[in-house]
Protein backbone atom coordinates (compact mmCIF):
# COMPACT_ATOMS: atom_id res chain seq x y z
CA UNK A 1 0.00 0.00 0.00
CA UNK A 2 1.26 3.67 -0.85
CA UNK A 3 0.40 6.53 1.37
CA UNK A 4 0.14 9.95 0.14
CA UNK A 5 0.01 12.09 2.84
CA UNK A 6 -0.76 16.31 2.55
CA UNK A 7 0.34 18.43 5.42
CA UNK A 8 -2.88 19.78 5.82
CA UNK A 9 -6.48 19.05 7.84
CA UNK A 10 -9.10 17.12 5.65
CA UNK A 11 -11.89 18.72 8.08
CA UNK A 12 -14.09 21.75 6.73
CA UNK A 13 -12.00 24.17 8.88
CA UNK A 14 -8.57 22.56 7.94
CA UNK A 15 -9.22 22.95 4.41
CA UNK A 16 -10.54 26.70 5.57
CA UNK A 17 -7.08 27.36 7.06
CA UNK A 18 -4.98 25.56 4.72
CA UNK A 19 -6.60 27.32 1.99
CA UNK A 20 -5.91 30.52 4.14
CA UNK A 21 -2.07 30.03 4.61
CA UNK A 22 -1.73 29.02 1.22
CA UNK A 23 -2.73 32.67 0.17
CA UNK A 24 -0.41 34.37 2.59
CA UNK A 25 2.41 32.12 1.82
CA UNK A 26 2.62 30.04 5.37
CA UNK A 27 2.64 26.44 5.29
CA UNK A 28 2.41 25.26 2.24
CA UNK A 29 2.20 21.54 1.28
CA UNK A 30 4.26 20.49 -2.31
CA UNK A 31 1.77 17.47 -1.99
CA UNK A 32 -1.24 19.63 -2.44
CA UNK A 33 -0.24 22.05 -5.35
CA UNK A 34 0.58 19.15 -7.21
CA UNK A 35 -2.89 17.54 -6.69
CA UNK A 36 -5.06 20.57 -6.82
CA UNK A 37 -5.54 23.86 -8.00
CA UNK A 38 -6.71 26.53 -5.76
CA UNK A 39 -10.29 24.67 -4.80
CA UNK A 40 -10.71 21.69 -6.73
CA UNK A 41 -8.79 18.51 -7.37
CA UNK A 42 -6.79 18.39 -10.25
CA UNK A 43 -7.97 15.91 -13.54
CA UNK A 44 -4.14 15.10 -14.09
CA UNK A 45 -4.30 14.33 -10.32
CA UNK A 46 -6.92 11.78 -10.69
CA UNK A 47 -5.01 10.21 -14.00
CA UNK A 48 -1.47 9.78 -12.24
CA UNK A 49 -3.22 8.33 -9.18
CA UNK A 50 -5.04 5.90 -11.56
CA UNK A 51 -2.06 4.78 -12.89
CA UNK A 52 -0.39 3.30 -10.42
CA UNK A 53 0.47 -0.26 -10.28
CA UNK A 54 -0.07 -0.52 -6.58
CA UNK A 55 -3.26 -0.01 -3.98
CA UNK A 56 -2.82 3.62 -2.71
CA UNK A 57 -4.80 5.73 0.27
CA UNK A 58 -4.58 9.65 0.57
CA UNK A 59 -4.45 10.76 3.91
CA UNK A 60 -4.66 14.12 5.45
CA UNK A 61 -2.64 14.63 8.72
CA UNK A 62 -6.12 14.40 11.13
CA UNK A 63 -7.02 10.59 9.33
CA UNK A 64 -3.77 9.33 9.91
CA UNK A 65 -3.54 6.35 11.71
CA UNK A 66 -1.89 5.79 15.21
CA UNK A 67 1.08 3.14 13.43
CA UNK A 68 1.99 6.50 10.63
CA UNK A 69 1.24 9.10 13.33
CA UNK A 70 3.81 6.82 15.42
CA UNK A 71 6.43 7.86 13.02
CA UNK A 72 6.99 11.10 14.07
CA UNK A 73 7.50 12.25 10.06
CA UNK A 74 7.26 16.21 8.43
CA UNK A 75 4.29 16.02 5.96
CA UNK A 76 3.78 16.07 3.08
CA UNK A 77 4.98 12.88 2.78
CA UNK A 78 4.60 9.53 0.33
CA UNK A 79 4.78 5.69 2.35
CA UNK A 80 5.03 2.72 1.04
CA UNK A 81 3.61 -0.27 3.59
CA UNK A 82 5.01 -3.67 3.54
CA UNK A 83 5.28 -6.92 5.42
CA UNK A 84 3.54 -4.47 8.19
CA UNK A 85 6.23 -1.91 7.88
CA UNK A 86 6.93 1.45 6.68
CA UNK A 87 9.44 3.06 4.08
CA UNK A 88 9.17 6.62 3.45
CA UNK A 89 9.34 6.83 -0.07
CA UNK A 90 9.16 10.88 -0.64
CA UNK A 91 9.37 12.94 2.47
CA UNK A 92 9.34 16.93 2.79
CA UNK A 93 12.63 17.70 1.57
CA UNK A 94 12.37 15.67 -1.58
CA UNK A 95 9.61 17.12 -2.19
CA UNK A 96 11.22 20.36 -2.35
CA UNK A 97 12.79 18.95 -5.60
CA UNK A 98 9.39 17.92 -7.06
CA UNK A 99 7.58 20.41 -9.45
CA UNK A 100 5.50 18.45 -11.42
CA UNK A 101 3.34 15.30 -11.40
CA UNK A 102 5.94 13.68 -14.11
CA UNK A 103 8.68 14.19 -11.80
CA UNK A 104 6.92 13.10 -9.00
CA UNK A 105 5.80 9.79 -10.98
CA UNK A 106 9.35 9.77 -12.13
CA UNK A 107 10.96 10.04 -8.45
CA UNK A 108 8.00 7.35 -7.18
CA UNK A 109 8.81 4.63 -9.25
CA UNK A 110 12.70 4.75 -8.56
CA UNK A 111 12.44 4.76 -5.21
CA UNK A 112 9.95 1.43 -5.64
CA UNK A 113 11.93 -0.29 -8.06
Not at 21 to 28: F, I, N, V, Y
Not at 55 to 78: A, D, G
Request: proline content about 3%.
Amino acid sequence: MIYFIYNADGSFFGEISYFLKKLSGHDKCKLCDLSHNLIFQKKSWDDFLKELDRPYQVLHTNELPESIKQLKLNYPSILLEKNDSFKELISRTDFEHIDNLSQLKETLQAKIN
